[in-house]
């Protein structure tokens, strides 16, 4: 069934406070998405940011991340007042994210919350016995961060780092209070996303999540089984994970994540693995495997090194890991993110696996060589999109292109100043053949530069932090939308 849907991740929606949340312009983003005549709402990782602000880079990959918990809803639920948070510097502009001031402030916030909050709430019990998989260790993860000033596990006193037993039992006593306000934080997390993703089934809406192939050194993950990394005795990696070089790195992206044991993984059936996934699962209607690539083979750089140059490929788990998975979560519905550096092993991996790849709309336009990214060369089962949130945003791409580059785009999608470049690149995505297509907020806005999500392979402080504008997601906007929809038949009616 053909259809279509919005990227924008939940950070990126207007109102107070200084970053999107879980609250009324969640929902009410999720009403202009059915007028629209979208069926799918695609976000990025809902899990604790982490280094650079990425929430690619996450402490844990089962804990909520706290920015996105509405404090109006506390508000409603009596657990804040209106005037605690009016003094409070949130951001320095309406339309960025401050990670800096978030990090000061958001926390403290909650805290007050908690402050108020009855502990012996049943629906609260119940969440901490739901989660006790993950939870407790979370929690505990991270009061000790707190009482180690922000260290990572590594740098812990040793029975800390190396979870001795005794050192383990005897921080759940001292850090009972602590553990207690962390669990707190993740039933508000898991309570206003249940109740917003509820909505959004209501409404027809599928939310696309993305689950990050690496976890970084410095989380819950690694610190609570390290036999599943390329980990030393001392639990320093061995290497790490990164990109080779190419034409636009030339010394490729060293990413620093540790690399997995896959053969330890293999020997217990891929359970690790399996329960995130599940997880995910659960979290999302649909999961985005990031670096999909990655499970054919994977980029590993001596740990140490500077820059990414001196890695080496790696075979992965290649289709037994995909036939654990799809024996283990026959329901599991994935999208595999074959971008990258592609060879014929990884297309004959995605091909095998069944799941739907991804075609970039704007990397098909280099008039120098045949690109398959090209929609003449699409299959249905594909996801389209205008671009990623790695990407420029497209006005940015017309802007930017060489003039080779923008004469052939010009000329394949039948471009005109009337139409608008960027619509009528979208336009051309919803056209392709692909059963489902996914465009970026930012291009339905035709918005430039500054909008731009993310940079790969940078420490930028604008990455992440774009926020829309409330005023121009509008009914006028939707129709336009609703109309192109409808005109390629991917209402999905």
Same mark, same amino acid.
């Given at each position: 069934m053909r259809s279509s849907g919005i990227l924008m991740h939940i950070s990126s929606l207007p109102g107070p406070y200084g970053?999107?949340?879980? +609250?009324?312009? $969640?929902? &009410? %983003? !999720?009403?202009?998405?059915?007028?629209?005549?979208?069926?799918?709402?695609?976000?990025?990782?809902?899990?604790?940011?982490?280094?650079?602000?990425?929430?690619?880079?996450?402490?844990?990959?089962?804990?909520?991340?706290?920015?996105?918990?509405?404090?109006?809803?506390?508000?409603?639920?009596?657990?804040?007042?209106?005037?605690?948070?009016?003094?409070?510097?949130?951001?320095?502009?309406?339309?960025?994210?401050?990670?800096?001031?978030?990090?000061?402030?958001?926390?403290?916030?909650?805290?007050?919350?908690?402050?108020?909050?009855?502990?012996?709430?049943?629906?609260?019990?119940?969440?901490?016995?739901?989660?006790?998989?993950?939870?407790?260790?979370?929690?505990?993860?991270?009061?000790?961060?707190?009482?180690?000033?922000?260290?990572?596990?590594?740098?812990?006193?040793?029975?800390?780092?190396?979870?001795?037993? +005794?050192?383990? $039992?005897? &921080? %759940? !006593?001292?850090?009972?209070?602590?553990?207690?306000?962390?669990?707190?934080?993740q039933y508000l997390f898991f309570k206003q996303w249940n109740a917003l993703h509820a909505y959004a089934k209501e409404q027809g809406i599928a939310i696309i999540g993305d689950v990050p192939i690496y976890v970084p050194l410095d989380s819950v993950e690694v610190w609570r089984e390290p036999k599943y990394f390329q980990l030393e005795e001392t639990l320093e990696p061995v290497a790490v994970a990164g990109c080779p070089p190419d034409a636009f790195t030339a010394d490729g992206q060293l990413w620093g994540n540790p690399l997995y044991r896959w053969d330890i993984l293999k020997e217990e059936g891929y359970g690790w693995w399996l329960r995130r996934l599940a997880a995910a699962g659960e979290l999302y209607d649909v999961v985005r495997m990031d670096h999909f690539r990655g499970f054919e083979s994977y980029w590993s750089v001596p740990y140490g090194d500077d820059t990414a140059r001196n890695g080496h490929w790696v075979k992965g788990p290649g289709m037994d890991f995909i036939n654990a998975v799809k024996a283990g979560l026959p329901g599991l519905r994935l999208i595999a993110e074959d971008l990258g550096y592609l060879t014929q092993e990884v297309l004959d991996l995605r091909d095998g696996s069944g799941f739907p790849g991804m075609k970039v709309l704007q990397f098909g336009f280099d008039p120098k060589e045949p690109s398959n990214y090209l929609p003449h060369t699409y299959t249905q089962n594909s996801v389209c999109y205008t671009g990623t949130h790695d990407n420029l945003t497209m006005r940015q791409w017309f802007d930017t292109a060489e003039e080779d580059a923008l004469a052939f785009a010009k000329e394949y999608m039948r471009l005109s100043e009337e139409e608008g470049y960027v619509w009528g690149t979208i336009r051309t995505a919803f056209a392709s053949v692909s059963d489902t297509v996914i465009v970026p907020m930012q291009d339905f806005l035709n918005l430039g530069g500054a909008s731009r999500m993310n940079f790969p392979g940078t420490l930028s402080d604008s990455n992440w932090t774009w926020r829309a504008n409330c005023a121009i997601m509008n009914q006028t906007l939707a129709n336009r939308i609703l109309a192109l929809t409808r005109l390629y038949d991917r209402l999905g009616e």
């Open positions: 970053i999107g949340t879980m +609250g009324k312009q $969640a929902f &009410a %983003f !999720v009403d202009f998405l059915k007028s629209a005549g979208q069926r799918y709402w695609q976000i990025l990782p809902l899990t604790p940011t982490g280094y650079g602000d990425s929430p690619y880079q996450s402490c844990s990959t089962f804990a909520g991340n706290h920015y996105l918990i509405d404090l109006e809803c506390l508000i409603e639920d009596g657990l804040l007042y209106t005037e605690e948070l009016e003094n409070i510097r949130w951001c320095e502009r309406e339309e960025k994210a401050d990670f800096g001031l978030l990090y000061n402030n958001r926390l403290k916030v909650l805290r007050l919350a908690y402050s108020r909050f009855r502990d012996t709430d049943a629906a609260f019990a119940r969440f901490r016995a739901e989660n006790d998989g993950w939870l407790p260790d979370f929690a505990l993860f991270m009061a000790l961060k707190d009482k180690n000033g922000g260290k990572p596990w590594y740098q812990w006193e040793d029975g800390l780092k190396f979870r001795e037993p +005794g050192a383990i $039992a005897a &921080a %759940f !006593v001292e850090l009972a209070e602590d553990i207690q306000f962390y669990c707190f934080v």
